[in-house]
């Protein structure tokens, strides 16, 4: 993956970066926001976020914590960023059922890929440089007594069964294991580990984990009374009716590249809805308060251009995927609908943005048009298809048919050998494929 360092920077004094991330809407809740703002004025703090490998990838919800931590970075302050060796071996409990656990080694190699992600959005130089860190370093040698006479002794039952997702699986068939339950004091000890090892004083994290941080300031509030140490929250990103935002049509939008395509993931972003489209470019993008009231005006008055989603689109895959990549899947998505050169585009790219279209397979020789139409769902019957041609809404690789109901498609019009772009009207588009010798 590749992280572009090109993109506006915005970096506050240290001072205001607590204004720097409210504006932006990414303050939901700290532990005391007075003492907090005044620490964060007073010099460079050591702060961390803990990303745990339940998968080979991350996805975009964790660019929230990411993004977060470059901010602060780049307000004077130093980051440890986490990836849970150890507690990705437990995994943070769920409200539905108990998670499967994956191997030592499955797991070890998810740490190697998520660390692989998040290095390049952190500055590992200069006096405030960043440290990857790995809680498996602390844990594995740790025995089970010094586990419970060192760590748990600090924790109430009582307490962590009031934690929501605790109560839900206790009334559940599910139920709990005693694995998942013991989850918030092992990610409550990272946050003393790294308070001891880098005096650490700021964890920072998503609202919904908000339980498991200040499970973690308490016992450093019991274990070390003499440290000052803060929590501070970033809101749930949503949707306009209040859903979880990150997923589209196919699951969640990965930062893996073989996950989720540049092309794909530039898609989701030029797809956001508009009222939510500038509370996006806040939280996501590195741009200036100017330029997002520009943008905030052209989607009030000219939606239609779509100008902030387009901004948000290339910010963000060129954030994620370079500038390189951003500059492809734009002139791709451009190609598609006729507005670029589709045999201009590289193997690569062509394929990617037509995979997110539907699909039809037929074998290579020459078919009518009308067939093809309806093989690829663009027209519902032959009588549908011929209309469409006889109408003059028909077009093969961004070319007008002119051939009537006798049109053909053959290997000639193949792009790269593989893929012909079928479309019917402005917007229904489809991608036929011809295989075989």
């Given at each position: 993956m590749t992280v572009s360092t090109d993109e506006p920077v915005t970096s506050a004094p240290a001072a205001n970066v607590l204004d720097e991330l409210k504006w932006r809407n990414l303050l939901s809740i700290s532990t005391d926001e007075a003492e907090?703002?005044?620490?964060?004025?007073?010099?460079?703090?050591?702060?961390?976020?803990?990303?745990?490998?339940?998968?080979?990838?991350?996805?975009?919800?964790?660019?929230?914590?990411?993004?977060?931590?470059?901010?602060?970075?780049?307000?004077?302050?130093?980051?440890?960023?986490?990836?849970?060796?150890?507690?990705?071996?437990?995994g943070d409990p769920r409200p539905s059922a108990e998670r499967v656990l994956n191997s030592p080694e499955v797991v070890a190699g998810w740490v190697e890929r998520l660390r692989g992600q998040i290095e390049p959005f952190l500055d590992f130089t200069g006096p405030n440089a960043a440290t990857m860190v790995n809680n498996l370093d602390w844990t594995s040698g740790l025995s089970a007594i010094e586990f419970l006479r060192d760590v748990g002794k600090h924790f109430r039952v009582g307490k962590m069964l009031a934690k929501d997702v605790v109560s839900t699986r206790l009334n559940s068939e599910a139920g709990i294991s005693y694995t998942e339950f013991s989850y918030q004091i092992l990610q409550s000890m990272d946050f003393?580990?790294?308070?001891?090892?880098?005096?650490?004083?700021?964890?920072?994290?998503?609202?919904?984990?908000?339980?498991?941080?200040?499970?973690?300031?308490?016992?450093?509030?019991k274990a070390r009374p003499e440290a000052a140490v803060h929590a501070l929250a970033t809101p749930l990103i949503t949707k306009a009716d209040g859903s979880k935002f990150g997923k589209s049509e196919?699951?969640?939008?990965?930062?893996?590249?073989?996950?989720?395509?540049?092309?794909?993931?530039?898609?989701?972003?030029?797809?956001?809805?508009?009222?939510?489209?500038?509370?996006?470019?806040?939280?996501?993008?590195?741009?200036?308060?100017?330029q997002i009231a520009e943008l905030e005006e052209s989607a009030t008055s000219r939606p239609q251009?779509?100008?902030?989603?387009?901004?948000?689109?290339?910010?963000?895959?060129?954030?994620?995927?370079?500038?390189?990549?951003?500059?492809?899947?734009?002139?791709?998505?451009?190609?598609?609908?006729?507005?670029?050169?589709?045999?201009?585009?590289?193997?690569?790219?062509?394929?990617?943005?037509?995979?997110?279209?539907?699909?039809?397979?037929?074998?290579?020789?020459?078919?009518?048009?009308?067939?093809?139409?309806?093989?690829?769902?663009?027209?519902?019957?032959?009588?549908?298809?011929?209309?469409?041609?006889?109408?003059?809404?028909?077009?093969?690789?961004?070319?007008?048919?002119?051939?009537?109901?006798?049109?053909?498609?053959?290997?000639?019009?193949?792009?790269?050998d593989r893929w012909i772009l079928v479309r019917r009207g402005r917007r229904q588009l489809a991608a036929l494929e011809l295989v075989g010798e």
């Open positions: 907090l703002r005044k620490t964060l004025g007073s010099g460079s703090v050591t702060y961390y976020a803990g990303f745990d490998p339940t998968g080979p990838s991350l996805h975009i919800g964790h660019l929230v914590q990411i993004l977060t931590m470059r901010r602060l970075q780049q307000a004077g302050h130093r980051p440890l960023a986490l990836v849970g060796g150890a507690t990705g071996l437990i003393l580990e790294l308070n001891k090892r880098y005096d650490c004083t700021l964890q920072i994290g998503g609202s919904d984990q908000w339980g498991n941080l200040t499970a973690g300031t308490d016992l450093i509030h196919g699951g969640a939008v990965w930062l893996d590249p073989e996950m989720t395509s540049p092309y794909a993931f530039f898609q989701f972003w030029l797809n956001c809805e508009d009222a939510k489209i500038i509370d996006y470019l806040r939280v996501f993008t590195f741009r200036t308060a100017g251009a779509r100008e902030a989603q387009r901004a948000l689109a290339r910010d963000m895959t060129s954030l994620v995927h370079g500038e390189l990549a951003a500059s492809r899947v734009e002139e791709a998505s451009k190609a598609l609908f006729g507005g670029g050169d589709l045999t201009g585009l590289d193997a690569g790219t062509l394929g990617d943005a037509l995979g997110e279209l539907p699909k039809a397979q037929l074998r290579r020789g020459e078919h009518l048009l009308v067939d093809v139409l309806v093989a690829a769902g663009l027209a519902k019957s032959k009588s549908d298809a011929r209309r469409t041609l006889s109408d003059g809404g028909a077009y093969v690789n961004n070319v007008k048919v002119t051939g009537g109901e006798v049109a053909t498609v053959s290997t000639a019009d193949l792009l790269h």
